[in-house]
């Protein structure tokens, strides 16, 4: 009814509008010539490289996969002279109006050397392929397994039926229509930051943000979420423009704001999905199920976003679905690729699972001759 209040619709007196610039390169090292022209220009408040931000802590991942240890491979609120993904950030830019910010964003001098990168989790894990990060041999970022191998290569050994199939559970853009944004501001007297800002939880993000990244009390920042227009989930990780925003309404004593438009949205907010996976049934001639074997690859980017390890670890978990499989194995490798880092999209693994074992059902009712609705009857 027009009767919302967005983040674009808080706009504090006197607020600079700000920039994100970006890499147009998958991978690459960098060098920023120069940006004393980029200041010089009019309306031009603030401008933030990476060496400007090595006081922020890395942007964490919070979360890892039992049994696994994780390395974390670091990411910086500004890539400081490596870019691993199109749209990896290196310089914020603030200004009196969007438009001078964008001029000044532009006027950046910037040496590029592009590096051999990889897209595509298969390709990542195949040999030869150029690694994302040095010191991740094979570009794998973690391995796990359920269930019992032994037990399960057993029941596939006696099947009467095997059916086999590949998927793919590509990978997804939000595209909510509430782009991202934040407006930060600074109170010198309480040295106290407010950030306002589209969420799933506004204490997830100030604990990551305030706490993690910009080594804060708690009590020094709050965070404020108004009205959400779409993209609950992927509104719900700590993002670099949140950390960048606050450093630079300090800088400049004034309000920032950042609002993403629409191709930003597709280089700079964490993406959904993304997984391949090769799925196996064994069935007696009854059509009764004996066992399940999974394979999945799981493509998490260049980084590992906020949450992302943990969401192909619990869709695997749940791969078996409704259905009374005695014994199943599967496997979930995830790899890294120079792609823009992947986290929960909806459900958070649960989709994924719940499209392999269907599809798998659907193929096997399919193949053997049984109506799919009677495969189900007779295995739930």
């Given at each position: 009814?027009?009767?919302?209040?967005?983040?674009?619709?808080?706009?504090?007196?006197?607020?600079?509008?700000?920039?994100?610039?970006?890499?147009?390169?998958?991978?690459?090292?960098?060098?920023?010539?120069?940006?004393?022209?980029?200041?010089?220009?009019?309306?031009?408040?603030?401008?933030?490289?990476?060496?400007?931000?090595?006081?922020?802590?890395?942007?964490?991942?919070?979360?890892?996969?039992?049994?696994?240890?994780?390395?974390?491979?670091?990411?910086?609120?500004?890539?400081?002279?490596?870019?691993?993904?199109?749209?990896?950030?290196v310089a914020f830019v603030v200004a009196d109006t969007l438009d001078q910010a964008r001029d000044a964003a532009e006027?950046?001098?910037?040496?590029?050397?592009?590096?051999?990168?990889?897209?595509?989790?298969?390709?990542?894990?195949?040999?030869?392929?150029?690694?994302?990060?040095?010191?991740?041999?094979?570009?794998?970022?973690?391995?796990?397994?359920?269930?019992?191998?032994?037990?399960?290569?057993?029941?596939?050994?006696?099947?009467?039926?095997?059916?086999?199939?590949?998927?793919?559970?590509?990978?997804?853009?939000?595209?909510?229509?509430?782009?991202?944004?934040?407006?930060a501001e600074y109170d010198a007297a309480r040295d106290h930051y407010t950030l306002t800002l589209g969420s799933q939880?506004?204490?997830?993000?100030?604990?990551?943000?305030?706490?993690?990244?910009?080594?804060?009390?708690?009590?020094?920042?709050?965070?404020?979420?108004?009205?959400?227009?779409?993209?609950?989930?992927?509104?719900?990780?700590?993002?670099?423009?949140?950390?960048?925003?606050?450093?630079?309404?300090?800088?400049?004593?004034?309000?920032?704001?950042?609002?993403?438009?629409?191709?930003?949205?597709?280089?700079?907010?964490?993406?959904?999905?993304?997984?391949?996976?090769?799925?196996?049934?064994?069935?007696?001639?009854?059509?009764?199920?004996?066992?399940?074997?999974?394979?999945?690859?799981?493509?998490?980017?260049?980084?590992?976003?906020?949450?992302?390890p943990y969401i192909p670890y619990i869709g695997a978990a749940m791969l078996p679905g409704v259905y009374d499989i005695?014994?199943?194995?599967?496997?979930?490798?995830?790899?890294?690729?120079?792609?823009?880092?992947?986290?929960?999209?909806?459900?958070?693994?649960?989709?994924?699972?719940?499209?392999?074992?269907?599809?798998?059902?659907?193929?096997?009712?399919?193949?053997?001759?049984?109506?799919?609705?009677?495969?189900?009857?007779?295995?739930?």
């Amino acid at each position: 009814r027009g009767a919302g209040r967005y983040v674009a619709d808080y706009a504090p007196e006197d607020t600079g509008h700000a920039i994100v610039v970006r890499s147009p390169h998958a991978h690459a090292r960098f060098r920023i010539a120069n940006l004393a022209r980029a200041k010089a220009m009019p309306g031009v408040r603030a401008v933030l490289a990476g060496t400007d931000t090595t006081h922020l802590g890395l942007m964490p991942c919070v979360v890892g996969v039992p049994g696994q240890r994780m390395i974390v491979p670091p990411c910086p609120v500004l890539a400081i002279d490596a870019v691993h993904h199109v749209g990896d950030a290196v310089a914020f830019v603030v200004a009196d109006t969007l438009d001078q910010a964008r001029d000044a964003a532009e006027a950046i001098a910037i040496d590029w050397e592009p590096l051999p990168h990889i897209v595509g989790a298969e390709a990542a894990l195949a040999d030869g392929a150029p690694r994302v990060w040095p010191d991740r041999p094979g570009n794998l970022a973690f391995e796990v397994s359920f269930g019992d191998r032994k037990a399960t290569e057993a029941a596939f050994a006696k099947a009467a039926q095997v059916v086999s199939l590949k998927l793919v559970n590509q990978r997804l853009v939000t595209n909510y229509l509430d782009t991202r944004g934040v407006v930060a501001e600074y109170d010198a007297a309480r040295d106290h930051y407010t950030l306002t800002l589209g969420s799933q939880g506004s204490h997830a993000i100030r604990d990551v943000i305030g706490v993690q990244v910009m080594g804060l009390a708690p009590e020094q920042m709050r965070v404020v979420t108004p009205d959400v227009g779409g993209g609950f989930g992927t509104k719900l990780f700590a993002y670099r423009e949140y950390a960048l925003a606050a450093v630079a309404a300090k800088a400049t004593g004034k309000p920032v704001t950042w609002v993403a438009d629409r191709t930003e949205h597709f280089l700079g907010d964490t993406h959904g999905r993304d997984n391949i996976t090769t799925a196996r049934l064994a069935l007696d001639r009854d059509g009764r199920f004996l066992a399940l074997d999974v394979d999945t690859i799981a493509d998490m980017g260049a980084y590992l976003s906020t949450y992302a390890p943990y969401i192909p670890y619990i869709g695997a978990a749940m791969l078996p679905g409704v259905y009374d499989i005695a014994v199943c194995f599967i496997r979930v490798r995830a790899a890294y690729t120079n792609t823009v880092p992947v986290d929960a999209y909806r459900g958070a693994g649960r989709p994924e699972a719940s499209y392999v074992i269907e599809r798998l059902v659907d193929a096997a009712a399919r193949e053997i001759g049984i109506a799919p609705d009677e495969m189900r009857r007779r295995n739930f």
